[in-house]
């Protein structure tokens, strides 16, 4: 059985830093990119990140480039989300997602989700 989990959420003051990490069991992932999003309250989900579990070749969506760096640990089958100078807009609750594409359009599998949020 596939499970993501994430970890690191919590309640940060604007301009802070959180580091969201993914873990993965059940299966490897060595053809898959692993990624991030997030939904805030009432919005849609927003894709963040990709990273190739293979290559670590990464892919940014326009929510994610600038502040935010996605990685990998392939010994520990953690993905990371590095975000930095976190503003009042990121709040949100992230999610870690499967896909077989790099702009991961049809996820696989989903993580639970963790809160992120930014407080003044």
């Known amino acids: 059985q596939v499970q993501l989990v994430e970890s690191g959420g919590g309640l940060v003051q604007a301009g802070g830093s959180l580091r969201l990490s993914c873990t993965a069991s059940g299966r490897t992932f060595s053809s898959y990119f692993m990624g991030w999003f997030r939904q805030a309250p009432g919005k849609e989900r927003e894709f963040i990140a990709s990273?190739?579990?293979?290559?670590?070749?990464?892919y940014y969506a326009d929510s994610g480039k600038g502040r935010f760096t996605i990685s990998r640990d392939n010994a520990k089958n953690t993905m990371y989300l590095q975000m930095n100078n976190l503003k009042l807009e990121d709040t949100a609750v992230y999610y870690c997602?499967?896909?077989?594409?790099?702009?991961?359009?049809?996820?696989?599998?989903w993580g639970q989700g963790t809160q992120v949020t930014v407080s003044s």
């Open positions: 997602a499967v896909d077989r594409g790099v702009t991961m359009s049809r996820p696989d599998y």
């Open positions: 990273i190739s579990w293979s290559d670590a070749a990464k």
